[in-house]
């Protein structure tokens, strides 16, 4: 299978620094608010360059989502976009809907990121209670009400978090949007197999990630299902190693120590499986965080979430992503700081060397 590559949409808004201070402010003084017309520019060149799509998040601190991405498809040709959801925070029936209306408004250019956790304080700002594993079975309800909205004919369903009689979707989408999900636990793996398109995981060395991805493939066999596989990494791509190396030490750098320290702190409480296997590749500690030849764990020393970056040559940076893909990979959903900047610099000096090994997918050939 084909290589998918994507870009990272920064709706949350947009910087060379990865943390701000203890105090809230930006380690420098620019800082891009996530304004319509920035994040056009951001969205334009990963249409320009090729990107598959834009992941679009979801969050406390984020633009919606939806309303985001309806807004950047009538400014952009090709490029679709990955928008992240919660089940629980939207009825399934509402989301199918909006599914459908989107995919007609853009040309069947919507592809979703089911996100069932994360943060447990946030998921408590949104009023959301429920624990790690019953946010795990509220999603596999979920994308089970999807899928039989998505046919278009009437059903009825009876879960523990929805009931739904005598459900139907008027205009079902022409094209079923793509199912992404991701989770490193083993209920994550369970609601995978059964239901997504794509399971994701967040960046670590090719051997830990591809046992992830086994075990999620060993359920998918099991369920009689074929699922693609992918991940998520920050990228830090220069005309020289040396080049690259100087970015991601002047980033640590720019972090400050009690800053650090109230990350990590944070990071122990968490309920996340995936959030835990972050912060073992670097336990805290600012040195020694190439924890395989170009794969760089600095951001996860304060960022929550996917923490490792390819860091390296242009040459150095296609190398690693040739050898995930050959290692079980289909997607690898991209992003740096600041985001405009990098997909440039990304797409004018990795793109032409995977295009030249023949490694990318065309990204009109599956429509």
């Known amino acids: 299978m084909s290589l998918h590559l994507h870009w990272f949409l920064p709706s949350h808004g947009d910087g060379r620094e990865v943390a701000k201070t203890p105090d809230g402010t930006p380690v420098q003084a620019v800082r891009r608010a996530p304004e319509i017309d920035y994040l056009g520019q951001v969205a334009s060149a990963a249409d320009q360059f090729g990107f598959d799509s834009v992941l679009v998040p979801t969050g406390l601190f984020c633009e919606d989502p939806w309303l985001i991405s309806t807004a950047l498809a009538g400014r952009t040709r090709r490029l679709r976009f990955m928008v992240a959801l919660r089940p629980g ?5 509402v ?4 599914a459908a209306t989107l995919q007609r408004l853009s040309g069947g250019r919507l592809l979703l990121n089911v996100v069932a956790g994360g943060d447990r304080d946030e998921q408590l700002r949104y009023g959301d209670w429920l624990d790690h594993d019953a946010r795990y079975t509220r999603a596999e309800e979920f994308l089970d009400v999807l899928s039989r909205a998505w046919t278009g004919d009437p059903y009825d369903f009876e879960g523990i978090h929805y009931r739904i009689r005598a459900g139907r979707l008027t205009r079902k989408p022409a094209v079923r949007p793509t199912v992404f999900l991701g989770g490193s636990s083993s209920a994550a793996h369970q609601v995978a197999a059964r239901h997504a398109d794509v399971y994701l995981a967040w960046g670590e060395p090719p051997e830990p990630l591809a046992a992830l991805v086994k075990k999620v493939r060993d359920r998918a066999d099991m369920q009689g299902r074929e699922l693609s596989y992918g991940s998520r990494f920050h990228v830090i791509s220069r005309d020289t190693a040396d080049e690259a190396w100087q970015v991601a030490r002047r980033l640590v750098d720019r972090m400050h120590p009690d800053t650090i320290a109230a ?7 968490t309920e996340s499986e995936g959030q835990r296997r972050m912060a073992a590749l670097h336990r805290g500690q600012t040195d ?10 600095g951001y996860g020393l304060v960022r929550p979430g996917a923490g490792m970056a390819l860091v390296g040559s242009h040459a150095d940076v296609a190398d690693r992503i040739e050898e995930y893909h050959s290692s079980g990979l289909d997607h690898l959903i991209l992003s740096g700081q600041p985001h405009l900047e990098e997909a440039y610099t990304f797409g004018e000096g990795v793109l032409p060397i995977l295009r030249h090994r023949g490694l990318l997918a065309d990204p009109e050939g599956d429509r």
């Open 288 to 297: 020694d965080l190439e924890v395989y030849p170009n794969v760089w764990a």
């Open 263 to 269: 990350a990590q702190q944070r990071f122990r409480r």
């Open 95 to 98: 989301a199918a809907q909006m």
């Open 89 to 93: 925070f939207l009825a399934p029936t």
